[in-house]
């Protein structure tokens, strides 16, 4: 694999010509204006490079590109924060095989997910454009399927990424009565209608406060960064410290195994606890997603990948290791009442006043997770939308002028989002939200690169990142994890199941494609293409033609 220098970023984006590009429109609606590769003056030589590579894959810069590298790469960790990924996600390898599990569970499906961050990594190296995954699926799938291809990326990341937030901030609500009992010692333990409220309440402020513009919210992932770090170091060191006498074995720590999941198979109850990396390991794809907000796209967005992912990597592992020495008995943790079982090995090794304010850092970190993922969210369905894929389109692709960002799609995500809260009511239900998202945002990663390593062989003009000889085996191995995970994630916790212990991911995923699914059948398949250009190449290869609606 190799890097380029930035300054070769002008030159490979060469292949996606003019002659790539989509038809040009005839509506009398649309407005055609030049717009000069060479006047684009007051903009920095890198907004500038960005801006001529944005406009070759087709596309007018429309955003300010407030997010330098550092912000890119605390955007894309973000998402992931490993601390709220482990502490709300303990409870898999806690039931899937106890402390073995915790420990063993996290680093190898790491490393498969790595083999998928770095091919979406080239990716986006080579295509440094809002439209993301959606966007490489058609221009890497063959002609036949490239807006089938692009089709499905799309639908199925929007799914996850709706649902992505809806499972974040429940989990933040759900880091909210913990922390309401805990306090209490267990007096006051709300019911689903007092969660429900807290969960609609995060909702709208999280609506409010991402409907800023890119310069407040560019600079607010540098304090999520901090807080990632001081509450994951932090809990980790803490655990292993203050647990003293009460801590496990390291025999134990590392190598006990016990099964409470109710599948007699230990192999499989094992393969059960990557739901927690899984699901914590998400919202990588977000770096990709801000690339038209970022200086330096080409090279900043893969390295936000890769650095993401193998940060959240390592302090999610040492967090784990934490928490199984901490652990000094898995059955005496399944019986606590707290909503988050990690909360009761917080209390024992630490106490009250400890727990209580390392769990409040938690509870605001997640907070801020929930908030860039809303953010990315809706630069997903304001890309889309600019391609005239969703329902009302016309209104989630407009850049609020006050602000430069898309409020509109920033409200339509927290809505959709809400509207899947409405699940809080059936515990069975919501909790499949977690796999639903997972499964839509996994099948949206790994489209693309199948589309790469079949139908775009000889297609990928690399970027500054570039797999090389790598980019084949990677893919595959990638792409075969995924679908390995896809079909562990929709069986239930339990061989025994019943109403309350169903998974119900696959009625969630299904009712999506079946929209989707039926929407193209009939009707999108006779008027998508996949991506619109809002720019054609004039035959002045200095200069492009803009298009405006006139609407």
């Known amino acids: 694999m190799t890097i380029y220098s930035a300054e070769s970023t002008s030159t490979p984006h060469s292949r996606f010509s003019p002659s ?9 609606g649309i407005v055609t204006e030049s717009i000069s590769l060479n006047s684009q003056d007051g903009i920095s030589p890198v907004h500038r490079e960005d801006n001529i590579i944005l406009q070759k894959l087709g596309y007018k810069s429309q955003f300010k590109r407030e997010f330098s590298l550092l912000e890119t790469i605390s955007f894309s960790m973000a998402i992931m924060a490993a601390s709220c990924g482990v502490t709300t996600g303990y409870s898999y390898p806690l039931l899937s095989g106890g402390h073995f599990s915790m420990v063993w569970a996290w680093p190898i499906a790491c490393a498969f997910v790595m083999c998928v961050a770095a091919s979406m990594a080239e990716l986006a190296s080579s295509m440094p454009t809002s439209a993301g995954l959606y966007y490489f699926s058609a221009k890497m799938a063959s002609k036949e399927r490239s807006a089938l291809a692009s089709w499905i990326t799309g639908w199925s990341n929007i799914t996850g ?25 267990g007096a006051v333990v709300l019911g689903s209608g007092a969660t429900f409220g807290i969960l609609m309440a995060i909702h709208l402020t999280q609506a409010s406060f991402c409907s800023a513009g890119t310069r407040i919210l560019a600079r607010t ?90 940060g959240t990597e390592i302090l999610g592992w040492l967090y784990y290791i934490g928490a199984s020495y901490a652990t000094n008995s898995v059955p005496d943790i399944l ?135 790598w980019s084949f085996p ?19 916790y339990t061989q025994t199941a019943n109403v309350q212990t169903m998974n119900y991911s696959i009625v969630i995923v299904m009712a999506v494609f079946i929209f989707a699914g039926g929407s193209w059948i009939f009707s999108a398949r006779h008027w998508f293409t996949g ?11 200095s200069s492009y033609s803009e298009k405006h609606n006139t609407e």
């Open 20 to 28: 790539d590009k989509m038809a040009k429109y005839n509506d009398p």
């Open 161 to 185: 990424q709706v649902t992505l937030i809806c499972s974040i901030d429940f989990s933040c609500t759900e880091l909210i009565t913990t922390a309401i009992a805990m306090s209490t010692d």
């Open 335 to 469: 019986q606590s009442k707290l909503a988050l079982p990690l909360g009761q090995v917080f209390l024992n090794v630490m106490g009250k006043k400890g727990a209580l304010t390392l769990w409040c850092s938690i509870i605001v970190l997640q907070y801020l997770c929930g908030c860039s993922q809303a953010v990315d969210a809706s630069r997903v369905i304001f890309a889309f939308s600019r391609d005239n894929a969703l329902p009302g389109s016309r209104w989630w692709k407009r850049i609020n002028h006050t602000t430069g960002s898309p409020v509109n799609a920033v409200w339509f995500a927290m809505v959709l989002s809400a509207i899947c809260g409405t699940l809080v009511f059936s515990t069975a239900a919501f909790n499949s939200l977690a796999s639903a998202s997972v499964i839509g945002l996994y099948i949206s990663y790994v489209t693309p690169i199948y589309c790469r390593v079949t139908w775009g062989k000889d297609k990928l003009q690399p970027g500054p990142f570039n797999l090389g000889w």
């Open 474 to 492: 990677i893919g595959w191995i990638g792409i075969s994890w995924v679908a390995f995970m896809v079909v562990m994630l929709l069986f239930p």
């Open 221 to 310: 992932t540098v304090v999520t960064m901090v807080l990632i770090l001081t509450t994951s170091i932090g809990a980790t060191i803490s655990l292993l410290v203050c647990s003293g006498d009460q801590r496990a074995s390291s025999v134990d720590a590392w190598t006990k195994f016990e099964n409470n999941t109710g599948w007699s198979n230990n192999v499989w109850a094992f393969i059960l606890a990557f739901t927690s990396p899984m699901w914590a390991l998400t919202g990588y794809d977000s770096a990709a997603h801000i690339a038209e907000e970022t200086a330096g796209a080409a090279r900043a967005a893969p390295i936000a990948i890769l650095v993401g992912v193998l």
């Open 531 to 541: 991506p619109v250009p809002n720019i054609d190449w004039q035959s002045d290869s």
